[in-house]
């Protein structure tokens, strides 16, 4: 199975902050590697699909990028209804897997 | 607009089964790959495996195969995900998404872009 490390798995920050959160693939994924949002008792929710492609509806704010099995998600300028919980995933080869979560707090 | 919709949380003991259910609406049900992932109470996210609604297609995660059974039932738009021989390791709650492609498409490239709701599944003597 491919394994998605992602860090940091906690993260604090303000109102207006730039943050940064990576995953890392075990091997080679291409780009099939998709970033969804969840706020506590609801489902996830698609932000990033193909590594960078933004899924229709979601802010500008939130950008994807990739650097061979290295990923990451930006967001621009922290909105109080961006602090949630993170994953990334890769669908590139069954069984698909998730990174461990990434915990966005308010600081 | 297009939803899924999932049945209600379920308490079951230890060796029993589970069927839980999701209905599509607002698109059509065979045009789209269906995914099943648990979360555990605080936990990540784990990919169950899918469902082709247009065949009856399955891909299962190895973790599951022998345990879980996926199917559909096109004239109710409903797809169906059976666990049998419940453990406590089963708490969990249980999501089905929609994989973005269409027809045509490769699969996991466009994401998970329409979930349901989540249904909770307790496992408990």
């Known amino acids: 199975d491919i394994q998605m490390t992602q860090s940091p798995s906690s993260l604090s920050a303000s109102v207006g902050d730039r943050v940064t959160i990576t995953c890392r693939a075990s091997?080679?994924?291409?780009?099939?590697l998709n970033w969804y949002q969840q706020k506590p008792g609801k489902a996830p929710k698609l932000l990033i699909f193909?590594?960078?492609s933004l899924q229709s509806g979601v802010p500008s704010r939130f950008t994807g990028s990739a650097s061979g099995t290295d990923f990451t998600l930006t967001i621009s300028s922290l909105q109080p209804e961006d602090f949630a919980s993170y994953y990334c995933?890769?669908?590139?080869?069954?069984?698909?897997?998730f990174g461990q979560g990434t915990k966005l707090e308010i600081k | 607009q297009v939803q899924l919709v999932q049945s209600g949380a379920e308490v079951k003991e230890p060796g029993a089964s589970v069927k839980v259910s999701c209905k599509a609406s607002?698109?059509?049900?065979?045009?789209?790959?269906i995914h099943w992932v648990r979360q555990a109470p605080g936990q990540g996210l784990e990919w169950m495996g899918w469902?082709?609604?247009?065949?009856?297609?399955?891909n299962y995660a190895q973790k599951f195969q022998g345990g879980v059974t996926m199917t559909r039932d096109t004239s109710s738009s409903a797809v169906y995900m059976e666990l049998s021989r419940l453990t406590s390791d089963d708490t969990a709650v249980y999501y089905c998404?929609?994989?973005?492609?269409?027809?045509?498409?490769?699969?996991?490239?466009?994401?998970?872009?329409?979930w349901g709701q989540g249904t909770t599944v307790t496992v408990s003597s």
């Open positions: 998404a929609r994989d973005g492609a269409v027809a045509g498409q490769i699969l996991g490239h466009y994401g998970m872009d329409v």
């Open positions: 607002g698109y059509t049900l065979t045009g789209y790959f």
């Open positions: 469902i082709n609604p247009l065949n009856g297609g399955t």
């Open positions: 091997q080679s994924i291409g780009r099939y």
């Open positions: 193909a590594a960078s």
């Open positions: 995933e890769q669908s590139y080869s069954s069984p698909n897997t």
